[in-house]
């Protein structure tokens, strides 16, 4: 219990990432055919738009495995009481948000961009405590 109170904040953190990341690799799992259709549109006028589909793969491993890290690094947190992989789980999140974040910027939608920046500021605030 202890453990728990001494890391809550790296906790709902981590559950909150896991939620983003899982929720977003599984849509793009269950609605891949959607997604692809989506972004060869969003990005039709950018040099992405012949390699939609592998840029997409590629954010996908991203997400699932950023999620899975930070699944591990929870455990880690209230068993262990260590957070190296909360902290790599963190660390592939923000890869993957700087990912979507340039690809935003790429096809000008600025709008979408800033959406994103929501997400990245806890997650480097995570980062920060990790590596207190």
């Known amino acids: 219990?202890?453990?728990?109170?001494?890391?809550?904040?790296?906790?709902?953190?981590?559950?909150?990432?896991?939620?983003?990341?899982?929720?977003?690799?599984i849509d793009k799992i269950f609605d891949w055919k959607g997604n692809v259709s989506?972004?060869?549109e969003h990005f039709s006028k950018t040099?992405?738009?012949?390699?939609?589909?592998l840029l997409l793969f590629i954010v996908l491993v991203?997400?699932?495995?950023?999620?899975?890290?930070?699944?591990i690094g929870v455990y880690n947190i209230l068993a262990?009481?260590?957070?190296?992989?909360a902290l790599y789980g963190a660390l592939l999140c923000s890869l993957a948000l700087l990912m979507l974040l340039f690809g935003q910027r790429v096809a000008k939608d600025y709008e979408g961009a800033r959406t994103i920046?929501?997400?990245f500021i806890p997650t480097v605030f995570l980062i920060f405590l990790l590596q207190a």
Do not use: H, R
């Open 47 to 53: 040099f992405f738009k012949d390699v939609v589909p």
């Open 62 to 71: 991203t997400e699932v495995v950023a999620g899975i890290l930070c699944t």
């Open 117 to 119: 920046v929501v997400y």
């Open 1 to 25: 219990m202890e453990t728990l109170l001494n890391y809550a904040a790296e906790i709902v953190l981590l559950i909150f990432l896991i939620i983003t990341f899982f929720q977003s690799g």
């Open 38 to 40: 989506w972004l060869k």
């Open 80 to 85: 262990l009481g260590t957070t190296s992989m």
